[in-house]
């Protein structure tokens, strides 16, 4: 049971909001949009205003749980490792607080206040990007966003499709191996030796279970299928929506990223610009990400 629970934790499932009722693939341009977003803009005050947009989001598409708990497990760890390797890696910055002495080839290593100020705001980006495709697997059909990519590469699209479905039959078997293991008597192999048994065998299983598949494959003739017919689905409202929202979140970033409307600079000294335009970009950004679950119209559960 304990297994079941913990394989449910991060995963699709449907849920009755407008970003499961858009199709696949207008809702993970949605999401990549918002990691995009976090990748064209380096002001922390944009990325603040991002990182609450998308934790909610996750809240608006019922998946606000899976966020706040990818949160606390790698959070502060992200950013702390951020944070120390450009500390010990930097070499810009005037404002020293520490300085470490000779490191041999390192050379003299000295740590700075904007060395911290830049690791802390790349973590903070690196957070930004990790919840917006964590709210992409959680809220984003694999099934249907595959079946959208057939028509450009088939094989391709079906071997994700396989590699999806089999995957966690694949963990199941390894759970089930490691079981039997330990059920065995006192001089079965321990520790590494134990674990390189079960890597094995999970790996042959693996590659029988490849082979069935094709023989399966070729019988049906999946090798000579031809091009797939284009499914003709209008658009909904929460398409057009999500659309109209990850090409507006785009273009704010661009602007920000292109204008020096939002300025920032870590080296050689720490210089964050806060202007009425910095507020208002944080509100439009914000605003777009969270306009299109006002609509609740169509929604099924």
């Known amino acids: 049971m304990s297994d079941t629970i913990g394989a449910r934790r991060i995963g699709y499932r449907r849920r009755a909001t407008p970003l499961h009722a858009a199709r696949a693939p207008i809702a993970a341009a949605y999401a990549a949009a918002i990691a995009c977003a976090a990748l064209l803009t380096e002001h922390p005050f944009l990325l603040s205003s991002l990182l609450v947009a998308v934790v909610a989001a996750g809240a608006a598409a019922d998946v606000g749980r899976e966020l706040l708990r990818a949160i606390r497990v790698v959070a502060l760890p992200m950013v702390a490792f951020t944070v120390i390797v450009n500390l010990l890696v930097s070499r810009n910055g005037l404002t020293v607080f520490a300085r470490l002495g000779d490191w041999g080839v390192l050379g003299q290593e000295n740590l700075t206040v904007e060395a911290a100020v830049y690791g802390a705001v790349f973590g903070l980006r690196l957070l930004v990007v990790t919840l917006a495709f964590l709210l992409m697997t959680c809220a984003v059909n694999p099934d249907d966003l595959l079946r959208a990519a057939r028509r ?56 029988d279970r490849s082979l069935d598949v094709a023989a399966v494959l070729e019988m049906r003739g999946y090798g000579r299928t031809r091009r797939a017919p284009a499914l003709r689905a209008q658009w909904s409202r929460h398409d057009i929506a999500f659309a109209l929202a990850a090409g507006s979140i785009l273009c704010l970033a661009v602007f920000a990223a292109a204008s020096s409307q939002a300025p920032f600079q870590a080296y050689p000294l720490v210089n964050i610009g806060l202007s009425p335009t910095i507020f208002i970009l944080s509100g439009l950004l914000a605003a777009a990400a969270l306009l299109p679950f006002c609509s609740r119209r169509g929604v099924e559960p």
């Open 152 to 207: 450009i590469s088939r094989r391709s699209a079906l071997t994700a499709t396989l590699t999806t479905r089999l995957l966690p039959v694949l963990l199941q078997d390894a759970r089930r191996l490691s079981e039997a293991q330990r059920c065995r008597p006192e001089g079965a192999p321990k520790g590494a030796r134990r674990t390189v048994a079960v890597l094995r065998a999970t790996v042959v299983g693996a590659l």
